[in-house]
């Protein structure tokens, strides 16, 4: 059986959509319709409360549906021999872009200085200046950290990802490791964090 642990988001839509792709999956949800728990075998989580992973016997593989595994590792009770699984959904991808382009462009725009004036009912302009004038670095360069420096690089921005290992994405400057940390750090004017929330 596939279980779904979602308890703050609309759980309707996600086994709607299990069971219109596989249709003879025995699909549960947490925690009203969990059924015989040994049956389980795939659980697909989001914010899962502590204890929840630990009582299913036969769970087999944890599936993250949110940006990252952070969530799931929160819970001390974690069966540490069970696989957690990353979900990479084009559409969680394009919603962390688009947020990370808001924010930067609210910085380089400086949006809450508009916004403080408007209340103020102050109506002078300022300077500002074109994206080429700012460097935006970005910490973790999965498939959400290309995605935002690709979205940035196209908007004009200098952009520089730091991750374990180098990687090679036109128009981006790379960094890597440890060693190559404070080089990042001194060419950034804007930092973005995208790395996971582990130990790591």
Do not use: C
Request: proline share 8%.
């Amino acid at each position: 059986a596939f279980l779904f642990i979602l308890p703050t988001w609309p759980i309707d839509v996600w086994t709607a959509a299990m069971n219109k792709v596989a249709p003879d999956l025995d699909v549960r949800t947490w925690p009203d319709a969990l059924g015989n728990v040994s049956d389980i075998d795939y659980a697909a989580a989001w914010l899962p409360p502590a204890n929840v992973l630990k009582g299913l016997p036969n769970l087999k593989v944890i599936f993250s549906l949110g940006a990252g595994v952070d969530a799931i590792l929160k819970d001390p009770t974690l069966p540490a021999d069970r696989p957690i699984v990353r979900v990479n959904d084009p559409d969680l991808t394009g919603r962390m872009t688009e947020y990370v382009v808001l924010h930067v462009l609210m910085h380089h725009r400086q949006q809450r200085r508009i916004d403080d004036n408007q209340k103020k009912r102050i109506w002078n302009s300022f300077p500002t200046h074109a994206a080429k004038g700012l460097s935006v670095g970005i910490m973790g360069m999965g498939v959400m950290g290309r995605d935002s420096a690709e979205k940035l690089r196209d908007l004009g921005f200098r952009v520089a990802g730091w991750s374990r290992t180098r990687k090679a994405i036109p128009g981006v400057e790379s960094f890597a490791g440890d060693a190559e940390f404070d080089a990042f750090l001194a060419r950034t004017d804007v930092l973005v964090s995208l790395l996971p929330a582990t130990p790591d």
